[in-house]
C-alpha cells in the first residue's frame, strides 16, 4: 500500500486553490440552472477529505456547501432539493466537525469505489453531480464511469474528475518496462496517496480499466522506441482518455495544471457531461480559472502576449479561422449551442463561448452565416438579433449556401 502524506491538509496548496476554483465557479451557475428542472439534486464529493485544510482554508466541501446555500437563498423556485454527500476513508470523523454547522449532509465513512454505486442505486430521477478527485490513480475505475450513464436512470449526470495523467504515465512505464526519465515529482504538487504498481500482469490489468481499454500501451511502447517524448506521451494519453470518456459522455473537457511554465501537467481536471449548456458553462468556466493559474506560474509578471489554458499563445486571427472553418461544415440549420460545443470538442477551450459567438456575428454580418430565430421578432416588430438558445430565445444557424 502507498504511504500516506500526513501533511497533504496542513497547508492548502496552489494547485488545490485552482481545482477548487474551477469547482467552486461552475456549481453556482450549474446548480442556478438545473434547479429549473425541479428534481432534486445530488451532489456528492467522491474523495471529501477533511474539509478544510491545518491553516483554515476551504476545501472543496465547505466550498460545495457555502455554494448550494448561497444558490438557495437566491431563488425563487419552490421545492428546490439540494442533497449533499462526503465520502471518505480516513477522515469522516473530521468531516462531521468541520461541516457540523451544515446541518443534514451525508457523511460516508469508507472507500468511493466501495460505496458509490449504493448511493447512487436510491438516486433515480435524480439530477447527479460528481466530484471525483482522488488520492492516486488506482480508484478511477473507467467501469464506473460507464455504469453511471448506462445503468441508471438519472435526470442528468456530470463528472469532474481530476486525473493525475503524469502519475498515470509514470506507472504505465514501470509495468510494463519502459525506461522512465528521472523528472522530479514537483514540490507543489505533493500527492496525498500516490499509485505504485507492481510489475506483474495484474497491474496491466488495473491500468486497462482505469483508462478505459489498452491504448495506453502503445504510448508507452511507442515512448520506449523514442518516438514520442514524455511530454507528448502524457499529452496523447490525456487525449484519448477524454476521447473514451465521450463514448459514454458526450462533451468532454480537460484543463491541464501546470505550476510551473513547460512544467509537465501532472494533473488534469476533466469535466464530462450530456448537456449541451454543461459544456459551455465549463467552457466560460475554465478561462476564467486559467487566469488564476497564469497568475501562480508567472508570479504577477505581465506576459507580452495572451495565451491559453494550454499555455498556447492566443493568435486572435486563428481563432477566428478556427470559427469559420467549423461552421462552414453546417449546410441545414442546427441550434447554436450545439454548433458552439463541437467547436470546443474539436479545438479544446481555447477562448470564451462569447469570442465565437462574436465570430458568428461577423460572418452573419457579411452574408456567409444564415441565423433563424424564435421568438423571430421582438414585442414592438423589429425582428430578433439575439445570440442566445435557451428555453425562451433559440437560435439556429446554417452556413449560407
Given amino acids: 500500500m502507498a504511504k500516506k502524506n500526513d501533511d497533504f491538509f496542513k497547508v492548502k496548496k496552489p494547485w488545490s486553490e485552482v481545482k477548487d476554483e474551477l469547482l467552486g465557479c461552475y456549481l453556482k451557475p450549474y446548480i442556478q440552472k438545473i434547479l429549473y428542472t425541479k428534481r432534486p439534486i445530488v451532489y456528492i464529493d467522491c474523495f471529501a477529505g477533511k474539509g478544510k485544510f491545518e491553516d483554515g482554508k476551504p476545501g472543496s466541501p465547505l466550498i460545495a456547501l457555502n455554494t448550494m446555500q448561497e444558490c438557495l437563498d437566491q431563488t425563487k423556485i419552490n421545492g428546490c432539493s439540494i442533497r449533499p454527500f462526503f465520502i471518505d476513508l480516513n477522515y469522516a470523523d473530521d468531516l462531521r466537525v468541520n461541516l457540523a454547522e451544515y446541518g443534514k449532509v451525508g457523511i460516508i465513512a469508507g472507500r468511493y469505489e466501495n460505496e458509490i454505486e449504493k448511493l447512487l442505486a436510491d438516486q433515480s430521477g435524480c439530477n447527479i453531480f460528481l466530484y471525483i478527485d482522488p488520492y492516486g490513480i488506482k480508484a478511477l475505475d473507467y467501469r464506473l464511469f460507464q455504469s453511471f450513464s448506462t445503468q441508471y436512470k438519472f435526470n442528468s449526470i456530470e463528472l469532474l474528475i481530476n486525473m493525475n495523467s503524469f502519475g498515470f504515465i509514470r506507472e504505465g512505464c514501470r509495468v510494463l518496462g519502459v525506461p522512465f526519465e528521472d523528472i522530479a515529482i514537483f514540490d507543489d504538487l505533493i500527492e496525498y496517496e500516490s499509485t505504485k504498481l507492481e510489475v506483474n500482469e495484474k497491474s496491466i490489468t488495473i491500468l486497462n480499466n482505469i483508462a478505459g481499454g489498452d491504448y495506453w500501451q502503445a504510448i508507452i511502447k511507442a515512448k520506449n522506441r523514442n518516438e514520442l517524448s514524455i ?135 457579411q452574408g456567409k452565416l444564415e441565423a433563424r430565430r424564435t421568438p423571430a421578432y421582438t414585442k414592438r416588430g423589429n425582428p430578433s438579433t439575439f445570440w442566445a438558445d435557451e428555453k425562451k430565445q433559440k437560435t439556429e444557424i446554417r452556413w449560407h449556401l
Fill in 231 to 365: 511530454y507528448e506521451a502524457e499529452a496523447q494519453f490525456a487525449e484519448q482518455y477524454c476521447n473514451r470518456l465521450r463514448q459514454n459522455y458526450k462533451y468532454v473537457l480537460n484543463m491541464p495544471l501546470r505550476i510551473k511554465r513547460g512544467q509537465l501537467p501532472k494533473y488534469r481536471m476533466i469535466h464530462a457531461t450530456n448537456h449541451v449548456e454543461g459544456c459551455l458553462l465549463m467552457v466560460d468556466n475554465i478561462c476564467g480559472r486559467w487566469q488564476l493559474m497564469k497568475d501562480i506560474q508567472d508570479g504577477g509578471q505581465m506576459q507580452l502576449w495572451k495565451e491559453n489554458y494550454n499555455n498556447e499563445m492566443v493568435v486572435e486571427e486563428d481563432i477566428r479561422k478556427k470559427a469559420a472553418d467549423h461552421v462552414s461544415t453546417y449546410s441545414s440549420f442546427c441550434r447554436l449551442n450545439a454548433v458552439l460545443a463541437d467547436f470546443f470538442m474539436k479545438y479544446g477551450p481555447i477562448c470564451k463561448v462569447s469570442v465565437i459567438k462574436s465570430v458568428f456575428k461577423d460572418l452573419q454580418n
